[in-house]
């Protein structure tokens, strides 16, 4: 079986970031800002099944800012015909069909500039199968990868983007 989720491609936009980062913040590394509607539904959804993972894309813009890259996660299209697991998620060749008709669709000015999956009860962490989506799926260097443990009383949320030497680094999600 053969997936790929690659992104639907455009140039990054030249423009002002679409809030404030902290001014530790390392600028070599993608800033990640997040709509806080998108992020309501998103933890709607992660909490929807709290005994299988559950998975899909992120959607939104790359940009460039005076001194950084960052990406702006605007939405989400969930893998539902994609399968889930206990302690996994699989984005099967119809899932990948199924997200980019929607991305075509709906959201036809974004980009695919990430994915998310939960980890319901097991903590937030890129696990060997993750690191293998990332490495061969996800691997531009504006792609994310984000991790929700909707069993938390407060949702334990990850956001992991690559460091100068293609490595996963964990940072913080950005609101604007």
């Known amino acids: ?24 913040y390392p600028s070599k590394l993608l800033a990640v800002f997040m709509d806080s509607s998108a992020m309501k539904e998103l933890l709607q959804f992660a909490s929807s099944d ?11 813009r790359v940009g460039r800012g005076t001194r950084r890259n960052f990406v702006e996660i605007k939405n989400f299209v969930p893998a539902t015909k994609g399968i889930s697991r206990r302690a996994s998620f699989e984005f099967t060749n119809e899932a ?10 709906r959201f ?16 937030v962490f890129l696990s060997s ?13 504006f792609h994310i990868a984000m991790v929700i443990d909707p069993t938390k009383q407060d949702v334990d949320l990850g956001v992991f ?10 940072v913080p999600l950005f609101t604007p």
Do not use: C
């Open 1 to 24: 079986m053969e997936i790929r989720i690659k992104p639907i491609l455009k140039k990054t936009e030249k423009s002002r970031l679409p809030g404030k980062v902290n001014r530790r």
């Open 50 to 60: 709290l005994h299988y993972e559950l998975g899909g894309v992120l959607v939104g």
């Open 96 to 105: 990948q069909q199924e997200i980019h008709q929607v991305v075509q669709e």
């Open 108 to 123: 036809r000015d974004l980009r695919i500039v990430g994915w998310f999956h939960t980890h319901p009860g097991y903590g």
């Open 129 to 141: 199968a993750d690191q293998f989506i990332d490495q061969n799926y996800f691997n531009d260097p």
């Open 161 to 170: 983007v690559w460091d100068a030497d293609h490595a996963r680094v964990r």
